[in-house]
């Protein structure tokens, strides 16, 4: 069993270990920081929640030269608040060393982050385009910097983020070392890894059944009520310590936070058109327990790292079913149980097919005065009329209609089908 005493950090990173309570490292960890001590770069693919943040954040530490007053590394995050969670827990790292780390995002004073690089610091946390936007403006030298993170890679591609990166990357050393971490990695960013990354180490996390672990998957039929009133229903037959209802568009988290207030439920909303400091005001108000349901869009609330959500609803299911895993890895996070509601139609039947694929297990649940009540197997009525079908198929294919018709044929041959499937039906069964 390795530990981070493998390693042999320096003695300041070994208290900061020590004092944030790690034992031993996770899988990614371990497959990453040796990679990355030795500048080897590398790809490292796995779902958040897996402790990728100090797989890189821990080797980057080891490695600066605190006498070298230059940028050493530089670490972008698609959002905001990814960025300064990486920025919080860098700092937890090294704040008991002369070690200089700078953030920068946008929704903050451009010029009040030129000013700040009077200095430049070792090693850089940001968004792509406030720190392509500095490169620019030659208030940030990333030429010395040997090292470039690129977190939630797949969703920097998703939000257009890739050209800012590719930006800043192309006036980095010729022997950059690259470190992409993905949940998945799309067919249209291999170019763009491939520009900079000569044959590297891919790390591929098969995790997929950590994410079941300690999660409870309830599917809910909307039946012939409406989305709105269902979801209702549903919240008031739980009682969570958190929960975040996901919707697939700003408009529709919109509209149903409007209907819930409406309903006299508190909600938080998180999406893409908040101001920044709208933003930042709500992420507070979150963490200081002021709402007991959030309302979110998967780009928005993608790597935010909200503690203590005992429950993920899904108001709709995400088109990209990549974010359903996104969405339930919100619970049930160290070790602590949750739940995953989702609410569906008959047309989401396809989507649920292939969720399950995914190695989610699905009970489907009623909910009628304020209770759950288990509901038979979903397939269970497709399973018959498929049957049927088949039984169906049988009969046609030993009843053949007669060289010469007599009149009364088509009753003769009805007859003889209905026969034939009484006695399949009737063997079927036993068979059972």
Same mark, same amino acid.
């Given at each position: ?7 042999? %950090? ?11 309570? %790690? ?25 958040? +929640?897996? +402790? ?17 007053? /230059?940028? =050493? ?10 960025? =300064? ?6 700092? =937890? ?89 993905? !949940? ?52 008031? !037959? ?7 209802? %996901? ?37 507070? =108000? ?32 995400? /088109? ?17 149980? +949750?739940?995953?509601?989702?609410? %569906? ?24 005065? +304020? ?62």
């Amino acid at each position: 069993m390795s530990k981070y005493t493998d390693y042999d %950090f320096k003695p300041f990173l070994r208290e900061a270990i020590a004092e944030l309570g %790690f034992i031993e490292p996770t899988p990614i960890q371990k497959e990453m920081i040796p990679l990355i001590l030795k500048g080897k770069s590398a790809i490292g693919q796995a779902h958040t +929640g897996t +402790g990728k943040t100090h797989s890189f954040l821990l080797p980057i530490v080891q490695r600066i030269n605190e006498g070298k007053q /230059e940028v =050493q590394a530089i670490i972008t995050s698609p959002t905001r608040e990814l960025a =300064q969670q990486i920025f919080d827990a860098l700092n =937890q790292l090294i704040e008991n060393t002369s070690i200089q780390a700078k953030l920068f995002i946008g929704g903050t004073d451009k010029q009040r982050s030129i000013d700040k690089l009077k200095t430049q610091p070792q090693i850089v946390v940001g968004t792509p385009g406030r720190i392509r936007d500095l490169v620019k403006e030659n208030a940030l030298l990333v030429h010395t910097a040997p090292i470039l993170v690129v977190d939630e890679a797949d969703l920097a591609f998703d939000m257009g983020f890739i050209e800012e990166i590719d930006g800043f990357a192309s006036v980095m050393p010729e022997n950059l070392e690259m470190y992409v971490f993905s !949940a998945t990695i799309p067919e249209k960013l291999k170019p763009f890894l491939k520009k900079y990354m000569e044959s590297p180490v891919h790390i591929h996390m098969n995790d997929k059944r950590p994410v079941a672990e300690g999660i409870d998957f309830i599917l809910v039929p909307v039946r012939s009520k409406s989305r709105n009133r269902r979801l209702k229903e549903v919240i008031e !037959a739980i009682n969570p310590f958190l929960a975040v209802i %996901f919707c697939n568009t700003r408009k529709n988290a919109e509209a149903v936070a409007a209907y819930l207030a409406e309903e006299g439920i508190r909600t938080g909303q998180i999406h893409g058109d908040l101001t920044p400091r709208d933003r930042k005001k709500m992420m507070k =108000q979150i963490r200081d327990l002021e709402f007991q349901y959030i309302v979110a869009t998967d780009l928005a609330a993608r790597g935010i790292d909200i503690q203590g959500i005992s429950h993920v609803i899904n108001y709709e299911i995400p /088109e990209d079913l990549e974010f359903f895993i996104h969405r339930v890895g919100r619970t049930a996070r160290a070790g602590n149980k +949750g739940t995953a509601i989702t609410l %569906f139609e008959p047309e989401d039947e396809d989507a649920v097919v292939r969720v399950e694929k995914m190695g989610i297990p699905f009970v489907q649940k009623d909910v009628k005065n +304020g209770e759950w009540i288990e509901l038979k197997e979903r397939h269970a009525r497709q399973n018959r009329v498929k049957q049927e079908n088949e039984i169906d198929q049988i009969a046609k294919s030993r009843v053949r209609k007669p060289k010469k018709v007599k009149p009364g044929y088509k009753r003769a041959m009805k007859w003889e089908m209905d026969a034939i499937k009484k006695k399949e039906r009737r063997k079927r069964n036993r068979s059972k």
